[in-house]
């Protein structure tokens, strides 16, 4: 149980184009899901937390308009890299909280971008 | 200031023997919540083991088991007959609050090779 899925696993795309990565928990319901990202060989930065039905909440320094987040149901969020530039290369990785509970949040298999 | 400090980016291990994985961590807050993570080359990051501030016995889930010393802020990672898949990065993290939904907070992680 408590599997969450990423797609696309791996995306290239070229400078100036949005791209769009979908999160879903696969075997249960996640009213709170978390976007991740990661840069090779460093940590984890929550980059925002999406909940159902509202708004999602960015971290300091994130820009929303660039990275789009809507979580439209109980099993599914979407991060939108919007013009992406070389910079936003990096490995992104979501988590789901079980609505019914749980000490830990479960994450997905992540997702890397490379922007050209 | 770092709320997870993880001081070994790297540890080595002969196969079948024990390890300890480092992580002190700073916090005001009397209630938080510490977890262990392991993420395999392929990038997924794996929950191993949960300690809430006010368990009294430490945690342990199969080989690992978390050396919880309040006083110490110290929560580190030993994982018992190393075995080859084993080999991954480790990722203590740090939620302030009980509640599964608030932010957790990771360190930066050490990556451990296990030695046949």
């Known amino acids: 149980g408590a599997v969450v899925s990423q797609h696309p696993s791996r995306v290239i795309c070229k400078s100036g184009t949005s791209v769009k990565i979908e999160c879903r928990s696969l075997d249960f319901q996640a009213t709170t899901m978390f976007w991740y990202r990661q840069f090779p060989k460093k940590s984890l930065m929550l980059m925002a937390t999406?909940?159902?039905?509202?708004?999602?909440?960015?971290e300091q320094g994130v820009e929303k308009d660039k990275f789009l987040i809507n979580h439209a149901s109980l099993t599914l969020s979407t991060l939108t890299v919007t013009s992406a530039h070389p910079e936003d290369s990096s490995f992104y990785i979501c988590?789901?909280?079980?609505?019914?509970?749980?000490?830990?949040?479960?994450f997905g298999p992540g997702t890397r971008l490379t922007v050209l | 200031a770092q709320k997870i400090t993880q001081t070994q980016p790297g540890m080595f291990v002969q196969e079948k023997e024990a390890v300890t994985l480092d992580c002190t961590y700073d916090t005001s807050d009397p209630s938080y919540g510490l977890f262990w993570y392991k993420q395999p080359s392929s990038g997924e990051m794996i929950f191993l083991i949960y300690?809430?501030?006010?368990?009294?016995q430490n945690a342990t889930e199969g080989r690992y088991s978390l050396n919880f010393q309040k006083a110490r802020k110290s929560a580190n990672l030993v994982i018992s007959a190393s075995q080859l898949g084993d080999s991954a990065m480790y990722f203590c993290a740090m939620r302030e609050g009980l509640e599964s939904y608030q932010k957790v907070t990771f360190g930066t992680g050490t990556k451990l090779q296990v030695i046949p």
């Open positions: 999406s909940n159902e039905g509202s708004k999602a909440t960015y």
């Open positions: 300690q809430g501030s006010y368990d009294q």
């Open positions: 988590s789901a909280l079980p609505a019914s509970g749980a000490d830990t949040q479960y």
